[in-house]
C-alpha cells in the first residue's frame, strides 16, 4: 500500500472538476424532489391517490418499484432509490476504470510502479476516493432533506442508501479491472452487470417475484426502506457485498502481470491479416459488442417474458384508464411497460456506444494510434474505422434487444424491433458529442463524454418531477423519441431524421476538428 496518500491526491487532482460536480447536483436532487413533491400533493389524500396510481403502472413498478409509504419522505425515496444508484453506479464505474486499468493500459501505471509505490496502491487510492465521494453526497443531502422538515434518521439512511448504490459499482468496477487488459472491455462488463441488477429488479416489482429483489444492488438500496420504517440492517448487505468484492480485486490483481488482465489475450496468427485500418478496428471491437449483444439479447428476453401476461395480470379498470391516458384507448399495459423499460435500456444501449465511440481515444493516449499512423493509413481512415463501429454498434444492440424482447413477449418480433430502434438517433448523438470532443479536446473526451450521458439522466429524471421543462428538458434526445408501440399520432420521421442529421454534424466537426489537432499521447 506504500504511496496510497500520494495516489489519493493525484486522482483528486486529475478530478478536480467532474467530483464536485458529480457530488454537488447528486446531493440537491433529493431536496429538489422533496420540495417538488410537497408542492404538486399538498396533503395526504393527493399522495395517497398517487401511490395507488403508481401501484397500478407496470412501467413505475419496473422503474421504481413500489412505494413503500405514501408520504413527501417516502415519495422521494421512491423516486430516487433506483436512480441516484443508477447515475452514481455509472459514474463510479468510470471513475476505477478511469484510475485503474487505463493507467495500466496508457503505461502510466508502469512508470508510477517503478517508484516507491506499492503494488496495491493505485486500486486502494481509486476505491478510497471513489467510495468517499459516494459517502459525502450522501452525507450531503441530509441537512437540506431535515431542513424540509423530513426525519433526521430517515435522511440519513436515504443518504448512506444512495452512497451503498455507488459503493457496489465501484467495487464491480474494481474487478472487471482485474480481468481484461483493456479498459473498454472492463467498462462495458461492469455497464453490463449493472443492467442486469437493474433488470432483476425491475423483474422482481413489475413481475411480482419478490425474492429478486434481494439478489440485487438496486433491490436492497430500496429494502432500505427510508421514511418507510427505516431498514438499517440492509445495509449490512451492501457493506458485506462491497467488501468481499474489494476483496476479491486486490486477490486477482496479485495473479496477473502488470498490464495485464486475470483473462489472457489470445496470440493472433504468426502471419498478419487484417486488412487495414477497418481489419483493426474490427478486431478491437468485435468481442466487446459480441459480449453486449449476448447480455442485452438475454436482457431483452428476461423482459418480453416478464411483460408477457401482465394484460391478463393487470386487467383492471384503473389499469386500463391509465394506458388509455399514456398510449390511447387501444394501448396495451404490456406496451406502456415496454416503453418507459427500453427508454432506460436505450440509454445503457448508448454506454455501450460510448466504449465504442472512445476506442480511438483510448488507441491514441496508449501511443498505439503513432504508430499506426506513421504508415500509409491516414488519419480519417483510422478516426473512420472506429467511428463506423460506434454508429453500427448500437444498431446491432438495439436491434437484437427489440427482436428477444419481441420474440418472448407476443412473437411480433418487427413491431417491437422497430419501436426500440427509434432510440438509435438519440444514442448517435451521444456518439457524435463523443467524436466532437475526441476532435477538438482530446484529454477531457472520456471524461465529459460520460458526463454528458449521466446529465442526459439527470435531464430525464428531473423531468419526471416536473422540474425540468421547456428548453432543458429539450437538452435530452432520448425525450424526442417518438413512442412507436404506443401509436404516436405525430409523424416519427421529422424527429428522427433531425436527430440523425445533429448526430451526423457533430461526428463531421469532431473528424474535422481531428484534422487540425496534434496527436496527443497521452490523457
Known amino acids: 500500500m506504500t504511496g496510497t496518500w500520494a495516489l489519493i491526491r493525484l486522482v483528486l487532482r486529475r478530478d478536480r472538476v467532474l467530483l464536485p460536480v458529480w457530488i454537488v447536483i447528486s446531493a440537491v436532487l433529493p431536496t429538489s424532489i422533496a420540495s417538488a413533491t410537497a408542492d404538486l400533493y399538498a396533503d395526504q389524500a393527493a399522495r395517497d391517490a398517487f401511490a395507488a396510481a403508481s401501484a397500478g403502472n407496470p412501467a ?27 447515475i ?63 426525519p433526521t434518521g430517515s435522511s440519513v439512511l436515504f443518504g448512506l442508501s444512495t452512497a451503498g448504490g455507488g459503493w457496489v459499482f465501484a467495487a464491480v468496477a474494481a474487478v472487471t479491472a482485474q480481468l481484461t487488459s483493456s479498459s473498454g472491455t472492463a467498462r462495458g462488463i461492469a455497464i453490463a452487470v449493472g443492467g442486469l441488477f437493474f433488470a432483476l429488479r425491475s423483474l422482481a416489482d413489475a413481475g411480482g417475484i419478490g425474492w429478486l429483489a434481494w439478489v440485487s444492488p438496486f433491490g436492497w438500496v430500496r429494502l432500505t426502506k427510508p ?31 502488470l498490464a ?6 489470445r496470440p493472433g496468427p504468426a502471419t498478419g ?18 459480449g453486449f449483444a ?40 404490456s406496451d406502456v411497460f415496454f416503453t418507459f423499460v427500453m427508454y432506460v435500456l436505450s440509454q445503457l444501449v448508448t454506454g455501450a456506444a460510448l466504449v465504442s465511440a472512445l476506442r480511438a481515444r483510448t488507441e491514441e493516449a496508449a501511443g498505439r494510434a503513432e504508430l499506426l499512423l506513421s504508415t500509409p493509413v491516414g488519419r480519417m481512415r483510422w478516426a473512420l474505422s472506429h467511428l463506423v463501429y460506434a454508429m453500427a454498434g448500437p444498431v446491432l444492440l438495439l436491434a437484437v434487444l427489440g427482436a428477444m424482447a419481441g420474440l418472448a413477449y407476443d412473437g411480433d418480433v418487427a413491431r417491437v424491433t422497430v419501436a426500440t430502434l427509434a432510440y438509435l438517433p438519440a444514442v448517435w448523438i451521444v456518439v457524435g458529442i463523443a467524436t466532437l470532443l475526441f476532435g477538438v479536446l482530446p484529454r477531457s473526451a472520456v471524461a465529459v463524454s460520460w458526463t454528458v450521458l449521466g446529465l442526459f439522466l439527470v435531464v430525464d429524471l428531473l423531468a419526471e418531477f416536473k422540474l425540468a421543462t421547456g428548453v432543458v428538458l429539450n437538452l435530452s434526445p432520448f425525450v424526442h423519441v417518438p413512442a412507436l408501440l404506443l401509436g404516436d399520432a405525430s409523424s ?11 448526430a451526423a454534424a457533430l461526428a463531421a466537426a469532431g473528424l474535422a476538428g481531428l484534422r487540425r489537432r496534434d496527436l496527443v499521447p497521452s490523457g
Open 492 to 502: 416519427p420521421v421529422p424527429p428522427l431524421l433531425g436527430l440523425t442529421a445533429l
Open 88 to 150: 452514481g453506479g455509472l459514474v463510479s464505474i468510470l471513475l476505477v476504470i478511469r484510475h485503474t486499468r487505463v493507467e495500466e493500459e496508457t503505461g502510466r501505471r508502469e512508470l508510477l510502479t517503478s517508484g516507491v509505490v506499492g503494488r496495491h496502491a493505485p486500486l486502494a487510492a481509486a476505491l478510497a476516493v471513489v467510495l468517499a465521494a459516494n459517502l459525502l453526497l450522501g452525507v450531503l443531502s441530509v441537512p437540506a432533506l431535515v431542513a424540509t422538515g423530513l
Open 227 to 257: 421514511y418507510a420504517g427505516d431498514q438499517w440492517w440492509v445495509l449490512g448487505l451492501i457493506v458485506v457485498f462491497v467488501a468481499a468484492l474489494a476483496a476479491a480485486a486486490f486477490a486477482l490483481s496479485t495473479r496477473r502481470d
Open 273 to 290: 491479416t487484417l486488412s487495414g485500418a477497418f481489419g483493426l478496428a474490427g478486431q478491437l471491437h468485435r468481442g466487446t459488442l459480441a
Open 60 to 86: 413505475q413498478l419496473a422503474m421504481r418499484g413500489h412505494i413503500y409509504d405514501a408520504s413527501v419522505g417516502g415519495l422521494t425515496a421512491w423516486t430516487l432509490g433506483s436512480s441516484l444508484a443508477m
Open 260 to 265: 495485464g488482465g486475470l483473462v489472457s489475450t
Open 294 to 333: 449476448i447480455g442485452f439479447g438475454l436482457l431483452g428476453a428476461l423482459l418480453g417474458v416478464a411483460a408477457r401476461g401482465l394484460d391478463a395480470q393487470l386487467d383492471t379498470p384503473q389499469f386500463r384508464e391509465l394506458a388509455a391516458t399514456v398510449g390511447g384507448a387501444d394501448a396495451h399495459i
